[in-house]
């Protein structure tokens, strides 16, 4: 699918659009370009992990070996002898166990510590790589799937790039030992069974080829959905008011199932090779005997020996095939080490890319202060994919200490030249001059710490108020900051904060008020001292006193060391200047002081008149109240200590069961609980269809059985080679047992075809269903829910993403290996004691050694994985915000210390993280062949007292082949800390009660407003709120009485902070009042359902949010079902239809809608400029052209009220006139709530109501 911008030009192709298209081989990093950043002590423990991983692969086909010699001692008519050679073997047996302990201790531990250390450096510097790229860069992105992408990426390199390369060493190393020790038996024998490569290879190439694209298809569909995750959670509260959480829901849901097809395809073609891969020991058992039996009956010589080949000398093809069974079986490692690879390679694509604006350029001219002047000389610019110039022939010079004033309507250029200033982009043609030395040949960096920025939507991050004080100037001092604070009128509401400067101001500055927000804004710009402030509607946002104060700071910055640069829509916060640029189409037309373009009586002169008709019902100044009687009178009943002390006796507080930490922590959740049952229970909730699991679990049973099953047939046929039996009686056998275990191996193949693709099919099940419930239940909290510090939108995508990724990866699959592995050993066990009793006693001794190893192997899992916890949460957290708002980043240019804060040396694991996991991990690989020793004494006991040898063969063989699949489980283990953390994660999330639940702090009423409500009379009774979590004095609305009859338009307005939006916010539901309640028709709003009552208003809040699809969709979320002729409609009424026509007119791209089930004949009427996408929150569009885009939203729906919290804030004049006559003229016959800063815009209200720090002070029409 084509994607196009508002103009109509393609900007890229959407991965998710042709199912069908043929994917690329995947590129992979190489081993070199990761371990150079190691270290060159690490680098040291790479070279001695290497060798000891290979050498601990020696163990196995030596143990087979041995076994192999022993057995053809058994055929030897001295016992004595027999058991004195059973007694070397067994004390050869230890020592071999011994070397397997120290081998694989070292190489465990190396490898562990090297994996945490490459995912620890690549963390930060992937994360710098991103932020340092220039804006080109990110227009070419979707923006919000980067995080989620960042996260997964590195999660990836993190398991494939550590001990699993130990574990696919060792694999090649038990193959290499194991053809030497057949080669070293007889040569001729191990070329003609070194055939089975052939079948082996291409089968093992094949499993992982298809295991990759079951894991591609999984994550695409994943990263799809991930995006729109991250978009939603950001838009939380237009979710809510345009009440789409079922919408939102749906589509996460259609986004997973995408790929489902495919992904169904490849697990059943995955299913088939790993089937066939399991033939692998049957097969060359049963090749290698065949080939024996030949050599046998044929009297075939050894030529090392020069005897015939014995029993014993075929029966050393065990050491091949123990070699070939873990080559083979390493296709789950060497695919998870490619994963890991192919990740790498996306990281250092990204850390290797040279953006073409670079701060890090140390050739260019470095500057300390900008000493003359800055000028565009002829500059002309498009933006990328772009067919019109946003500038052309643009000039201008600005001297130092000069401040000019950049105005004209919105999408007239502004805001590129603010760009181009910054240098988010290099002119078309063109220069930007800074003392006359071309910006692209300076220092950028040197140069941005020298500016000072604001734009028209402030970005705060979720950190402390000094947190992003110090992005701006890291060596800022607390004075330094509280000095900036004062200067951009902060201070006053800082100081009274819980915390003051170290206050965390929430996910984008969610904890504060917008003009709160942009007061902190400016602080930050200030507290660098910059030489070049620019200002993009810095004070939007403000109220009137605010902004008349700020524009009083803004003004006294300056003299000869600092210049300024001011985008403003109102011409009042701009006439000071010294030179003003009118500018159209990207044009200046024309430029002078105030005085002299009033007197060009042009386009200037115009906007004045314009601005002077809307002003002239109030002066600005008319909000300060001076009222001796009112003010003390204010400050009696403002006594906050005195309410307190009796606020049990007269405010009804209601309870809440909502608290802003976890219901139940994950901490909680760890205590006094089985850990296994527990992940078991969790699995079994969102495992799919429960039929499957049955299946899986007979798999799991069925085929360790066969295994077991198979040793009969081996050692009858090795029994026959050993007693020298004549040639026709070899045959005969051969005949016999071969089919058997051709036979058990092709039962086996089908039972593991089946299970292995129902196991992965519950898997993919089992992903979705908990991603499609976590974010099910995300969307459907209540919004104090989003307040919480721990659910920024970092943490919860990261949940969606990697958490449930590791939910996905381990948890059935531990249990399906420990089944598997008990299974096995009891086989084994019975077996042995229907042959020996005494050698199956000895197994059920080491049966408990075995499974204590592997089940403290997970624990130990679980204990180091919860440790650095915190730390990653905090990291998603910070990846999130500095990638979504990375032109705020950019701005700021101290991205080293940004990242460095949180990302280096965060991770670096601690030697007892990898020391305890790989002792057990040694043992339980050395206890294995350590127990050979006890084993073999006994054998050796009971030959001495007569038993047969055959049975002594019997039991032997059923010890060794019993115990392997444990041994596989052992160098194949799942991460189960990884994933009891994640299903721990969900629990707790899950805890949470949905609003509008029983028990939730929003609870949904049962009536419907529009059957039971005649009169629409809103009323607020004593109510009083504080938002959670806010110190038991910090009451926002206080005693709060008011009532707004129907069809009554009424205006809100007071300084940033007062209550205005929170009265909205109660309205709406969003939060519920601690004290007294609000009635519609007299009737408590509690009593009404969420959604009859939302839908009774239509909501345009203050920093438009739009969505990252079309034009037609984002119109219609206010309206789902809505016409194409309510779309035109609600268009021209906001003043939208005429610009998304004109400028799509010169275009000749192909225009589609992001949703392709919305192409249906009901849109072919629907201009083609309604189907270009609005991008990442609206980024293909100017301020102006996003929030006339939401108040058409909001009026589609025909609502009963229309709440407008500073609707026309981000329009210019001339705009925001023919916005506001659209309102009134769309308000006319039903309630309005209008708040806002400026009082022209509440000229048509019938009452304005004053409100201080949540009282209402003044309650007047607009004339009084």
């Not at 992982?208 to 694209?213: A, T, Y």
């Not at 809307?614 to 001796?628: G, H, M, V």
């Not at 958490?803 to 996905?808: A, H, M, Q, Y």
């Not at 009532?1043 to 969003?1070: H, P, W, Y």
């Amino acid at each position: 699918m084509n994607y196009t911008n508002i103009d109509g030009e393609e900007l890229f192709t959407s991965p998710m659009s042709d199912l069908s298209i043929k994917e690329e081989t995947a590129k992979k990093a190489k081993f070199k370009d990761l371990y150079t950043l190691l270290p060159k002590s690490y680098k040291l423990l790479f070279i001695i992990g290497c060798l000891c991983a290979f050498s601990g692969g020696f163990a196995y086909p030596a143990s087979a070996l041995l076994r192999q010699m022993l057995i053809d001692k058994f055929d030897h008519d001295d016992e004595g002898y027999v058991h004195e050679k059973a007694i070397m073997y067994a004390w050869i047996f230890a020592g071999v166990a011994g070397i397997s302990f120290i081998a694989n201790f070292i190489h465990y531990t190396c490898f562990t510590l090297i994996g945490k250390k490459i995912s620890c450096e690549l963390r930060w510097r992937y994360i710098r790589a991103i932020l340092r790229q220039d804006s080109a860069w990110f227009d070419g992105q979707t923006i919000e799937s980067i995080p989620s992408s960042v996260q997964s990426n590195l999660k990836d390199i993190e398991i494939g790039c550590g001990r699993i390369i130990g574990f696919v060493i060792f694999s090649i190393g038990s193959f290499i030992f194991g053809c030497g020790a057949t080669f070293a038996i007889g040569w001729l024998y191990f070329f003609c069974i070194l055939g089975l490569l052939l079948y082996v290879g291409p089968l093992s190439k094949m499993t992982q080829s298809i295991l990759s694209k079951v894991q591609s298809a999984t994550e695409k569909a994943n990263e799809c959905g991930g995006t729109q995750a991250e978009e939603t959670i950001n838009a939380i509260c237009v979710v809510k008011a345009f009440r789409q959480e079922k919408m939102c829901s749906k589509e996460f849901s259609t986004h997973l199932e995408k790929k489902r097809s495919d992904i169904m395809s490849a697990i059943w073609r995955y299913a088939g090779a790993f089937a066939w891969l399991e033939t692998v020991p049957y097969i060359s058992y049963a090749y290698a005997f065949l080939i024996g039996g030949f050599f046998i009956s044929e009297k075939i010589h050894n030529s090392f020996s020069g005897d015939p080949y014995t029993g014993g000398d075929i029966f050393v093809c065990g050491c091949f095939v123990s070699g070939l069974y873990f080559l083979g079986h390493s296709t789950r490692n060497v695919a998870l080490m490619n994963k890991g690879l192919e990740s790498a390679f996306k990281v250092f694509e990204i850390i290797n890319r040279v953006p073409e604006i670079n701060c890090d350029s140390e050739a260019n001219i470095e500057i300390s202060k900008i000493c003359e002047s800055i000028a565009f000389n002829k500059v002309e610019f498009k933006y990328p994919n772009a067919k019109k110039n946003a500038l052309n022939g643009v000039s201008f010079t600005i001297t130092k200490g000069q401040t000019i004033a950049l105005v004209g309507s919105s999408g007239s250029g502004k805001s590129t030249i603010a760009k181009l200033l910054e240098r988010f982009y290099d002119p078309s043609s063109g220069n930007v001059l800074i003392d006359q030395q071309d910006l692209k040949s300076v220092n950028l960096r040197k140069y941005r710490h020298l500016v000072g920025y604001v734009g028209q939507e402030p970005c705060l991050f979720n950190e402390t108020i000094r947190e992003n004080m110090l992005n701006s100037y890291p060596d800022a001092t607390e004075d330094n900051i509280i000095k900036a604070l004062e200067k951009a009128h902060a201070w006053e509401f800082v100081k009274n904060l819980k915390g003051k400067i170290d206050h965390s101001v929430g996910s984008v500055g969610c904890l504060l008020s917008g003009g709160q927000k942009q007061k902190i804004a400016i602080a930050r710009a200030l507290v660098r001292n910059p030489q070049l402030l620019i200002f993009d509607e810095a004070t939007s946002a403000l109220d009137i006193q605010s902004e008349k104060k700020v524009q009083e700071a803004i003004d006294s910055i300056g003299g000869e060391s600092i210049t300024k640069v001011v985008i403003a829509h109102r011409l009042t916060t701009i006439k000071n200047a010294d030179t003003i640029y009118v500018l159209e189409d990207g044009k200046i037309v024309e430029h002078g002081n105030h005085e002299k373009l009033l007197q060009l009586n042009q386009v200037y002169a115009r906007m004045k008149r314009i601005q002077d008709q809307a002003n002239r019902t109030k002066e600005i100044n008319s909000l300060k109240f001076q009222d001796p009687d009112f003010l003390k009178n204010k400050e009696e009943t403002n006594n906050i200590e005195d309410k307190d002390i009796q606020l049990s006796e007269e405010i009804p507080l209601r309870s809440s069961s909502y608290d802003s930490t976890n219901p139940t922590s994950e901490e909680d959740l760890s205590k006094n609980i089985n850990i296994f049952s527990f992940v078991f229970n969790e699995t079994l909730k969102y495992a799919t269809p429960q039929w499957g699991i049955i299946i899986i679990i007979l798999g799991a049973i069925i085929c360790p059985v066969c295994f077991i099953v198979f040793v009969y047939p081996l050692a009858k046929l090795l029994i026959t080679f050993i007693t020298n039996s004549s040639g026709t009686e070899v045959k005969n056998d051969m005949a016999i047992y071969l089919s058997t275990m051709l036979g058990i191996g092709l039962i086996s193949s089908i039972v593991q075809f089946v299970s292995k693709a129902m196991l992965h099919w519950v898997n993919t099940n089992l992903a979705q269903n908990v991603r499609k419930s976590v974010y099910d239940n995300i969307i459907k909290q209540p919004l104090q829910f989003f307040d919480a510090v721990s659910h920024s939108t970092g943490n919860l995508t990261s949940i969606l993403s990697s958490t449930v990724k590791e939910f996905n990866g381990a948890a059935i699959e531990t249990y399906v290996f420990i089944l598997q592995g008990l299974t096995g050993m009891i086989t084994g066990i019975i077996f042995c004691f229907i042959f020996e009793w005494n050698v199956g006693l000895i197994m059920c001794l080491i049966c408990p050694i075995t499974f204590l190893s592997f089940s403290t192997t997970l624990a130990l899992q679980f204990s180091f994985q919860t440790n650095n916890d915190e730390v990653i949460n905090s990291q998603d957290k910070m990846i999130s915000d500095y990638i979504l708002n990375y032109t705020t980043v950019s701005s700021l240019a101290n991205e080293e210390f940004m990242t460095d804060r949180y990302f280096k040396h965060k991770e670096d694991v601690g030697v007892s993280e990898a020391v305890f996991p790989a002792i057990v991990y040694a043992f339980g690989f050395s206890c294995y062949i350590f127990c050979y020793t006890f084993i073999i004494l006994v054998c050796a006991h009971n030959l001495k007292h007569g038993h047969s040898a055959d049975d002594q063969i019997m039991s032997l063989l059923g010890y060794s082949i019993s115990f392997l699949s444990a041994i596989y489980i052992m160098n194949n283990p799942p991460d189960f800390g990884r994933a009891f953390r994640a299903v721990r994660k969900v629990a707790a999330l899950k805890q949470y009660i949905k609003e509008g639940e029983p028990g939730s702090s929003i609870v949904n009423g049962t009536a419907n407003l529009n059957d039971e409500v005649i009169s629409y009379e809103i009323e607020f009774h004593d109510v009083w709120f504080k938002y959670p979590g806010s110190k038991r004095s910090n009451w926002v609305l206080e005693n709060f009485n008011l009532k707004i009859n129907q069809d009554e338009r009424i205006g809100f307005i007071g300084e940033s902070g007062c209550g205005k939006s929170t009265i909205v916010a109660l309205l709406m539901r969003f939060y519920e009042p601690q004290g007294g309640y609000i009635s519609i028709g007299g009737r408590e709003i509690g009593d009404f359902t969420l959604d009859s009552l939302r839908a009774h208003f239509g909501y345009v809040q203050q920093e438009p949010i739009l969505f990252n699809t079309t034009i037609m969709e984002n119109i219609c979320y206010g309206k789902p079902h809505a016409t194409p002729e309510e779309i035109e409609s609600a268009s021209k009424k906001a003043y939208c239809h005429d610009f998304i026509i004109e400028r799509a007119k010169d275009t000749t791209s192909e225009l589609v809608v992001f949703d392709e089930e919305s192409q249906d004949n009901r849109f072919d009427n629907l201009d083609k400029g309604y189907k270009a996408l609005c991008g990442s929150r609206g980024s293909y569009l100017s301020g102006g052209q996003k929030q006339r885009i939401a108040i058409a939203r909001a009026i589609i729906g025909n609502p009963k009220v229309l709440i407008l919290d500073e609707a026309t804030s981000a329009l210019d004049e001339e705009s925001q006139k023919e916005v506001q006559n659209a309102l009134d003229e769309a308000t006319e016959k039903w309630a309005s709530i209008v708040i806002a800063h400026r009082l022209s815009t509440l000229q048509k209200c019938d009452r304005i109501v004053t409100i201080d720090r949540g009282v209402i002070v003044q309650d007047e029409k607009l004339g009084k």
